[in-house]
C-alpha cells in the first residue's frame, strides 16, 4: 500500500454563491465518503481548509497575505489515504463530490 494526499482545488467564491442547502449536500456527501474511507482502513486524515483570506505565506522569513495565484481556484480541502496504486487512487479521487471548479490533484506521498 501507498499513501497519496489528493488535494481539493476549487472556485472558492463559486462555493461561496451556493445555496445553504447546496453546500450541505456537498458536506454531507463528503462525510459519507469519509466514513467509508474510514471503515475500509483506507483514510489517513481529511480536513476543510478556512477560506483563503487567511493563508499566509512564508518565504525567506517574511511572511505575506496570500495566495496570489493567477486562478480563482484554491486548494480548500485534503484526503490522505492508503491505495494499492496509482491507478485506485486516480479511481478515488474520481469519488469525491463534486463543487464548483473542483480539481483533485493526486500526489504520492515519498517515503522518507
Do not use: N, W
Not at 472556485?11 to 474510514?38: C, K, M, N, W, Y
Not at 517574511?62 to 484554491?74: L, R
Not at 492508503?82 to 463534486?98: H, S, Y
Request: glycine letters at 10%; one cysteine or more.
Amino acid at each position: 500500500m501507498a499513501r497519496y494526499l489528493l488535494l481539493l482545488h476549487g472556485d472558492e467564491a463559486g462555493e461561496q454563491a451556493l445555496s445553504d442547502p447546496d453546500r450541505r449536500a456537498i458536506v454531507d456527501a463528503h462525510g459519507t465518503l469519509i466514513g467509508e474511507l474510514a471503515a475500509a482502513g483506507s483514510l489517513l486524515a481529511s480536513a476543510a481548509l478556512e477560506p483563503s483570506a487567511r493563508t499566509k505565506v512564508v518565504r525567506g522569513g517574511s511572511v505575506t497575505d496570500g495566495p496570489f495565484a493567477e486562478t480563482k481556484e484554491v486548494v480548500g480541502g485534503f484526503y490522505l489515504v492508503e491505495c494499492a496504486d496509482d491507478a485506485a487512487a486516480v479511481a478515488l479521487a474520481g469519488r469525491i463530490p463534486q463543487s464548483p471548479g473542483l480539481a483533485v490533484e493526486v500526489r504520492a506521498v515519498a517515503d522518507v
